[in-house]
């Protein structure tokens, strides 16, 4: 199972949205609603911030939100903060009980 | 509020056995529903899911993985464990440990994770 697409960076300014892609098949991401997203600081290890596609563990900002169309999970950060800058990584249930991740995104707030 | 805490060595030699321990504070294994989960990271690269297993025993491993692999646990003392033999400087990542469900279906519901433990294959 091939690991789900990503692109390697991401940037924009303080108060800006930004959206990062996670791009699968039909057999992960197109096929169930099973899309999660994490983000890791450096040295630290990831921290949910939406699960089930769209939906916020208590204590996640609102700036966070998820969402999917077709094969594609896209997770947008409005209002863009400093403390924003990190990675962040997509993760899909795919067929045959097997669970892949996407490559990681860095995130650099300008 | 639930920890989980990797343990085991930080170096391992080609062709060996790499072994760790995940204790887990603040939860109980027996009737949580949850699974426990083993996820890695190679240097400057994405995370990998390696296997979970349920308080019953009951085991799920990674295809890419699955004949180098054996998941076990204690519920007596909140621990479970990863047994990854015949290990190359592939296997060299920071090993995770965390907690995913409460339902199989929500597996990737990864939450929370332990710090991680470097472990490194070189002779």
């Known amino acids: 199972q091939s690991a789900l697409t990503q692109p390697a960076s991401v940037s924009g300014s303080p108060g800006q949205s930004i959206t990062i892609s996670c791009t699968g098949t039909?057999?992960?991401?197109?096929?169930?609603?099973?899309v999660s997203w994490y983000q890791q600081q450096p040295g630290k290890p990831p921290k949910l911030i939406i699960y089930?596609?769209?939906k916020r563990p208590s204590g996640v900002s609102h700036r966070f939100s998820g969402s999917k169309s077709g094969n594609t999970a896209s997770l947008t950060i409005s209002g863009l903060q400093t403390d924003d800058e990190a990675d962040y990584h997509c993760?899909?249930?795919?067929?045959?009980?097997?669970?892949?991740f996407g490559g990681g995104s860095k995130l650099t707030v300008l | 509020q639930v920890l989980l805490q990797e343990s085991g060595p930080g170096l391992v030699k080609p062709s060996q056995t790499l072994s760790l321990t995940c204790t887990v504070s603040?939860?109980?294994?027996?009737?949580?529903?949850?699974?426990w989960n083993w996820i890695r990271q190679s240097p400057g690269k994405g995370l990998e899911w390696i296997a979970y297993?349920?308080?019953?025993?009951?085991?799920y491993y990674n295809p890419s993985l699955k004949s180098r692999l054996t998941l076990s646990i204690d519920t007596s003392v909140n621990q479970f464990f990863l047994s990854l033999s015949d290990v190359t400087a592939a296997d060299t990542a920071v090993y995770y440990c965390?907690?995913?469900?409460?339902?199989?279906?929500?597996?990737?519901?990864?939450?929370?994770w332990g710090q991680g433990i470097l472990v490194t294959v070189s002779s």
């Open positions: 965390a907690r995913g469900g409460p339902e199989l279906a929500t597996l990737n519901r990864f939450d929370p």
């Open positions: 089930e596609v769209s």
């Open positions: 603040g939860d109980s294994f027996r009737g949580s529903g949850y699974y």
């Open positions: 039909a057999n992960d991401v197109g096929g169930y609603p099973l």
């Open positions: 297993i349920y308080h019953t025993g009951h085991a």
């Open positions: 993760c899909s249930y795919a067929n045959r009980n097997n669970w892949i």
